[in-house]
């Protein structure tokens, strides 16, 4: 229980909750409503704790799966007339399943679970995938790179932090 309730915890949760607060309302200053390209890339790199070397995965695997989903109306549109709506769903699925864990070995960077994670999240905005594909590419691009590089001088100014007051206790 102590681990949870520390001053260093309490801190770095505050300071990470008010950084993402502002960085949405930076992004809604700039007209952008579909913040959940930028949320993701930082949820991913949460997921990699604080990983710097990771950022080309989560960025490039959210452009790929973005990509994916905004083919979503042209297989639905071009399969649906033989195999019916929903058996060109499954099949749409099917081929991003097929091609996320086939290409993972060649191209891991670009395919992988957060490929599929974004490629969800264009399932569920389907009806607008082909009008907003390219803003929430740069949404999850210049929005996530915004959070992240917040949370990452957060992070790095939480360390230096505590790696002082190491010292000044070691030096006691």
Known sequence: MNQVFNSAH?????LLTLWIVAGTAILQEFGIHDKWPAFLALIFFFEAKFDLSKLKNIFAAGIAGIAMGM??????GALAPYVGGLNAFYIYV????LITIGLGPVAHFAFSYITFAYVVMCILHKDHVVEHGFSWMATGLLGGAMYIAGVTVIA?????????????AANS
């Not at 083919?71 to 639905?76: A, D």
């Open 156 to 168: 790095k100014f939480l360390a230096k932090k505590q790696a002082k007051a190491e010292l000044q």
């Open 94 to 97: 099917g081929g991003v399943v």
């Open 71 to 76: 083919l979503i109306p042209s297989v639905l």
């Open 10 to 14: 309490i801190t770095k949760t505050v």
